[in-house]
């Protein structure tokens, strides 16, 4: 699937995160209408197993409420108000379930699923989530992503036919997921900050013959500059400037 798209692939992070709450289904439509060729969210667990689209380890930041997001059943999460901290206009969005984007999005375009279980590591996130792309049967439109290799190994072994991307943090903490750990890892896909990002750095990986999808570009100036790099996907937080940056038709 990656290959019928235009290089680099544009990747909506969290959504239009820039214009609409993040991980939210009014911020996965905006990013398609816009032209991003696919969108990124956050994969979570509520405390009675099912699967979510949330960033942070609590609902405080994004909702209207307060706690850790595993402590809360699918009933209590959908209650809260996930968009007028946002703006007003986007009163009433909710927590969506990831099934729910899989019908927003359709399955014509890519669905970056990051696997965020990072203060839960144990919950069976990533098992909960390869059921449901079987069930859905759209392995086609998915790529997997994590800080954890232990999720990409999971996932691997449960849907090898779906490529992982390393994500690696910023700076030193993530200098070993940059060299070792990806080099000598099983993965499609190198994902690192675009503060690390470089010209050597693609053209090393493209020698694997592995792809680098860097987070998070949203200048002209950087969009432009990793394209001429030769990067093969660009994770922005506005995907309307990324369009018109690369030049593409709407």
Same mark, same amino acid.
């Given at each position: 699937?990656?290959?019928?798209?235009?290089?680099?692939?544009?990747?909506?992070?969290?959504? =239009?995160?820039?214009?609409?709450?993040?991980?939210?289904?009014?911020?996965?439509?905006?990013?398609?209408?816009?032209?991003?060729?696919?969108?990124?969210?956050?994969?979570?667990?509520?405390?009675?197993?099912?699967?979510?689209?949330?960033?942070?380890?609590?609902?405080? &930041? *994004? *909702?209207?409420? $307060?706690? $850790?997001?595993?402590?809360?059943?699918?009933?209590?999460? &959908?209650?809260?108000?996930?968009?007028?901290?946002? =703006?007003?206009?986007?009163?009433?969005?909710?927590?969506?379930?990831?099934? #729910?984007?899989?019908?927003?999005?359709?399955?014509?375009?890519?669905?970056?699923?990051?696997?965020?279980?990072?203060?839960?590591? $144990? =919950?069976?996130? *990533?098992?909960?989530?390869?059921?449901?792309? $079987?069930?859905?049967?759209?392995?086609?439109?998915?790529?997997?992503?994590?800080?954890?290799?232990?999720?990409?190994?999971?996932?691997?072994?449960?849907?090898?036919?779906?490529?992982?991307?390393?994500?690696?943090?910023?700076?030193?903490?993530?200098?070993?997921?940059?060299?070792?750990?990806?080099?000598?890892? #099983?993965?499609?896909?190198?994902?690192?900050?675009?503060?690390?990002?470089?010209?050597?750095?693609?053209?090393?990986?493209?020698?694997?013959?592995? &792809?680098?999808?860097?987070? *998070?570009?949203?200048?002209?100036?950087?969009?432009?500059?990793?394209? =001429?790099?030769?990067?093969?996907?660009?994770?922005?937080?506005?995907?309307?400037?990324?369009?018109?940056?690369?030049?593409?038709?709407?």
């Amino acid at each position: 699937m990656l290959q019928h798209f235009p290089s680099p692939i544009i990747l909506a992070h969290r959504g =239009d995160l820039a214009h609409a709450p993040e991980n939210t289904i009014p911020s996965f439509s905006q990013a398609i209408q816009k032209g991003a060729d696919g969108v990124e969210l956050d994969a979570k667990l509520t405390a009675d197993g099912h699967v979510i689209v949330i960033h942070d380890a609590t609902v405080d &930041r *994004t *909702t209207n409420g $307060k706690g $850790k997001v595993a402590s809360f059943g699918l009933d209590e999460i &959908r209650k809260l108000d996930a968009g007028t901290w946002f =703006d007003s206009k986007f009163s009433g969005t909710q927590v969506p379930l990831l099934e #729910e984007v899989f019908e927003t999005v359709g399955k014509d375009k890519l669905i970056n699923i990051e696997l965020t279980n990072y203060s839960t590591p $144990k =919950d069976g996130l *990533t098992r909960k989530v390869c059921e449901l792309i $079987k069930k859905h049967n759209n392995q086609e439109q998915i790529i997997f992503s994590s800080f954890f290799a232990s999720n990409l190994k999971i996932a691997m072994q449960i849907l090898p036919e779906v490529p992982r991307g390393l994500l690696a943090m910023p700076g030193l903490i993530g200098l070993w997921a940059r060299s070792f750990g990806f080099m000598f890892g #099983e993965y499609q896909a190198l994902h690192p900050h675009i503060s690390n990002a470089s010209k050597e750095q693609i053209q090393r990986a493209h020698r694997l013959k592995r &792809r680098v999808h860097v987070w *998070t570009a949203n200048t002209p100036e950087e969009i432009t500059r990793l394209r =001429d790099w030769g990067v093969d996907g660009i994770f922005t937080d506005d995907p309307a400037t990324a369009v018109q940056s690369l030049g593409r038709q709407r």
